[in-house]
């Protein structure tokens, strides 16, 4: 699974990067994480609010940071 977590310092940054790594850990995930941080590549992947999380090349949040259950979820489809 490929895991890009997109998040700004700025804007209160590396709380989804948090959920998201410990997520992946729990689950027993096998997983490559990302963390993208540089406004232009957020942008050249069409990301036009952070934070973001994109699943195997797939936007499946944008613009807020989701509850872990959610996560969870989304590691599980």
Not at 4 to 16: D, N, Q, T
Not at 21 to 36: C, P, R
């Amino acid at each position: 699974m490929d895991i890009k977590v997109l998040e700004r310092a700025c804007c209160g940054g590396k709380k989804l990067q948090s959920i998201v790594e410990e997520t992946v850990k729990e689950l027993g995930i096998k997983a490559n994480i990302e963390i993208i941080g540089d406004m232009q590549q957020i942008m050249a992947l069409g990301i036009m609010r952070t934070p973001a999380l994109i699943i195997d090349d797939k936007v499946v949040v944008q613009g807020r940071v989701p509850k872990k259950d959610e996560i969870k979820k989304l590691f599980q489809k």
